[in-house]
Each structure stands twice: as C-alpha cells, then as structure tokens.
C-alpha cells in the first residue's frame, strides 16, 4: 500500500454531483393507433382523413434532486430533504407525452391538363412535463421539482398546424397530348414540367428563463439556461418584430426574491415557417431516338423568405427576445442538365 499512486475516493459519496435513479425505475414506452376513411373522388383523386395519437408512459423526467421543498432566505441545508447532501441529477420514470392529431390528405392526377398533386394538412398537439430531448433533460425547464404538475404544457417540438402542397405539371402539348397542329409549336410548347412544394407550419414553441438562483432552492437547468421563469406582465407578441426583436421585453419581469414567476412553461413560439420550393424542366427529344437532354432550374426557398430563429430566452439578459439568424437557408439556386436514355 505505501507504492499505491492512484486517487482515492473522496471521504464521503454525497458532495459529488452524480446521476441518480430510484430503484423503481421503470422502462418506458409509447403507444400509437391510428383511425381513418378514404374516399374516392371521380376518376383519380383520392380523399383521406385519419385520426392519429399515441402516447409515452415512464419516460424518463429529470429534474434536480435535493432542492429546496420552498423558496426562502438562509441556509438550503434548513430546508432540503437531505441536508447532508448537495443537488444533483435526479430521473425518474414520471414522463408523460400525450399526442392527437387530425390528418387529412388529397391527391390525384389529371390526364387531361398533365397535373399530379397532392395536398395535406396536419391539426396536432403535443403535451408532456417539464423537459423536450433525451435523457429527460434535453431542453429541461423545471421550475418546481416538487410540483410535476406545473410544468405541463406544449413540447418543444410541438406544431399546430403543418401545411405542404406539392405538384407536378407536364404542357400537355405535343406528342401523346394536345397538339396544335405545328410541329414546330408543339416542339416550343411542349416539353415542359414545372413543379412546386409549399410548406407552411406554426413556429416552434420555446421557454422564457431569468438566470440564477432567484428563490433560492438549489435547482438548476442542466443545459445552462436558468430553470426560473418570470412574471408576465403584458403581451409577449406586441409590436413590432423589427431587427429581430420578436419578444416584447416590456411583457415580462423579475420576480421578486425567493419566489417562482407565473410564466407557463414553453409559452411563445418561434415566427412560422413559410417555404417555396420549385423548379423548371425542359426536355428536348433527340431526334426519333429516346433519347432526351433535360435542362432544370431548381430554386430551393424561391421568394428568399426569412423566418427568424429562436431569440435569445433570459429574459434578465442584455438581448432578451432578439433574434438573429433564420431557421432556414437563403434562397439557392441550382442549374443542372442530363442526359435520359
């Protein structure tokens, strides 16, 4: 023993912070079904609409263990469970996830004008307590470990509505369709496809947090942001969103020492993503052959529509509710050509 070099333990397991589960712990897991109808309508158009849930039971929920059971001045040692014992990471198999959707979807084709298309849309909500992401820490935003309760609410990942419409058209004029009697016409007018997908969906809902240890508990948030929300006090969405500023900072406080703020968890959302995604096919036949050289342009985002990302959360912060960056790309365009045979 007196060659030994390594580290002993520390003199006592309770001051390391440690991930921590209780010996009940239960494996998750999730359910989905699934109830719908279909309806033909005329020739080559179908119709659907589907029912859609499913649910999540013991998923892991983490939330710092040993807090404070009470806001309040002093020592955290006079009002924690164990008071021998610092905080540390405690999950639990508590985490519920609870989603409902409507779904409905038309699509067909038509021979005669050269169209194929189809249409859908999504009405859905998405519920769960107190943290978004794996590990049950994710996007953790657990006010109060005591009260499970209070920090159910819409997830991180929760949309509203998704709506996307997607086409192709082919110029029915020229050979196999319309022709108008000039070859030379048809030629110029025909061999033509454009096609299109436009995306529309409610923005991503995101939590409002104050930095520190405001009532003063011992909580924390494990992804660095603050685990205490504030106090509301006007509306979240007025004025101007001008230069980035998507949250009026006017509508939110401090609360006062050693107590929680009123702010529901998740409570605003992110500016709704609109999107034009389309392109321009040009085939010209090689002669009697079959073979085709095609030209396209592609135009990813076509109207170059900004759509301002998560802004900065702490409301106690210089920048609180000031974006700066857009969820998707500026507008691309790609010019590309084959040879199909």
Same mark, same amino acid.
């Given at each position: ?84 014992? +610092?905080?540390?990471?405690? #999950?639990?198999?508590? &985490?519920?996830?609870?989603? !409902?959707?409507?779904? =409905?979807?038309?699509? @067909? ?71 108008? +009697?000039?070859?030379?016409? #048809?030629?110029?007018? &025909?061999?033509?496809?454009? !096609?299109?997908?436009? =995306?529309?969906?409610? @923005? ?138």
């Amino acid at each position: 023993m007196a060659q030994f070099i390594g580290t002993y333990p520390a003199a006592s397991p309770f001051g390391s912070v440690n991930w921590n589960t209780p010996p009940q712990t239960k494996t998750g897991y999730s359910d989905q079904w699934i109830f719908g109808v279909e309806k033909k309508v005329a020739a080559d158009n179908l119709w659907t609409i589907n029912y859609v849930g499913s649910q999540g039971r013991h998923l892991d929920y983490g939330p710092a263990g040993n807090t404070a059971e009470t806001p309040g001045p002093g020592p955290l040692s006079d009002r924690v469970p164990f008071p021998w014992m +610092g905080q540390s990471y405690w #999950d639990q198999p508590l &985490g519920q996830l609870d989603y !409902n959707a409507l779904q =409905t979807a038309f699509q @067909g084709r038509s021979h005669a004008a050269g169209v194929t298309y189809l249409i859908s849309y999504t009405w859905a909500k998405a519920l769960n307590y107190g943290v978004d992401g794996s590990l049950g820490i994710g996007t953790s935003s657990i006010q109060n470990p005591y009260c499970f309760k209070c920090d159910r609410g819409v997830t991180g990942l929760d949309l509203t509505h998704v709506f996307t419409a997607s086409w192709v058209w082919e110029v029915p004029v020229g050979q196999g369709h319309f022709s108008t +009697g000039n070859k030379l016409a #048809d030629y110029a007018i &025909g061999n033509w496809q454009l !096609n299109g997908i436009v =995306t529309m969906q409610s @923005g991503q809902p995101f939590n409002i947090f104050d930095a520190g240890d405001i009532a003063n508990t011992g909580n924390f948030d494990w992804v660095g942001g603050g685990y205490e929300r504030p106090n509301v006090v006007g509306k979240p969405m007025s004025g101007s969103h001008a230069s980035g500023q998507w949250i009026n900072p006017n509508a939110y406080t401090t609360p006062d020492p050693y107590t929680y703020g009123d702010s529901a968890r998740n409570p605003v959302r992110t500016q709704a993503l609109k999107r034009l995604d389309a392109s321009v096919f040009r085939e010209f036949p090689m002669f009697e052959t079959p073979w085709k050289f095609q030209m396209r342009v592609d135009a990813f985002n076509a109207f170059n529509h900004p759509v301002w990302n998560i802004p900065s959360r702490q409301q106690n912060g210089q920048f609180f509710g000031q974006s700066t960056s857009s969820v998707q790309t500026s507008r691309e365009v790609q010019l590309s050509g084959k040879v199909v045979f």
